[in-house]
């Protein structure tokens, strides 16, 4: 299996520009993560979902952000307008639900918003 | 929720000696603990787990217990080499819970 697929690797955008991170999960996994990693916050969970449910979005910082599951193997963060505090390292990561719950991350998306 | 807490936030050590890492958690339910490590640059990376039924678990040098009574569990490296500096982040979840809650992260540094 390829794992976690994230695209794009490197993003560097002007303040104010829609910013579109996308994932594939690793085939049979149903639980997807977006986590969030800068050097000031650390490591933050962003939201998650099960079965294509957004179970918990209570780390989605603002309107701005907006994640979706339009199938069972692939999502998108979105950030609109995207503003430079957004710059971090996002990281996609799925896992199988249920016993276990080991976590698998994508190599991340580096966004750079100037 | 749950809530873990990671110490210490940086370690230090000779190459050689023995490195351990701690980590406490909230939820009594937590049964699932596992430890990544991320390099430099790089992603976050399982390296070793251990569930509630067990003690201990070793995988070379690396070995990590559990006190379910206590609610905390710890990463033990022994012999550190260079290679070996990266952050380390541990994590608790319950069966069927999905989401694992992490620590902040611990920053090892093996001095050659």
């Known amino acids: 299996d390829a794992g976690v697929i994230q695209s794009p690797r490197h993003e560097v955008t002007e303040m104010g520009q829609e910013v579109t991170l996308r994932c594939k999960l690793i085939s049979g996994h149903n639980s997807l993560f977006w986590y969030r990693q800068t050097m000031m916050r650390g490591l933050e969970l962003l939201i998650y979902?099960?079965?294509?449910?957004?179970?918990?979005d209570s780390g989605m910082p603002e309107d701005r952000f907006s994640a979706k599951m339009p199938n069972a193997s692939f999502s998108t963060l979105k950030i609109q307008p995207s503003e430079p505090r957004d710059s971090a390292v996002y990281f996609c990561?799925?896992?199988?639900?249920?016993?276990?719950?080991?976590?698998?991350f994508g190599e991340g998306s580096w966004l750079t918003v100037v | 929720g749950e809530n873990v807490e990671q110490h210490p936030s940086t370690l230090s050590v000779q190459e050689g000696d023995s490195a351990v890492i701690k980590c406490t958690y909230s939820d009594s339910a937590s049964n699932y603990f596992p430890w990544y490590k991320q390099e430099l640059g790089k992603r976050p990376q399982l390296i070793i787990d251990i569930r509630s039924n067990v003690g201990e678990k070793k995988d070379q040098r690396i070995a990590v217990t559990l006190n379910k009574t206590a609610k905390h569990f710890s990463l033990h490296i022994t012999e550190t080499q260079p290679e070996d500096s990266a952050v380390y982040f541990c994590a608790a979840s319950g069966i069927g819970a999905g989401k694992s809650t992490f620590g902040d992260g611990t920053t090892l540094t093996v001095k050659p």
């Open positions: 979902f099960n079965n294509n449910v957004p179970i918990d």
């Open positions: 990561a799925s896992s199988l639900g249920g016993v276990g719950n080991t976590i698998y």
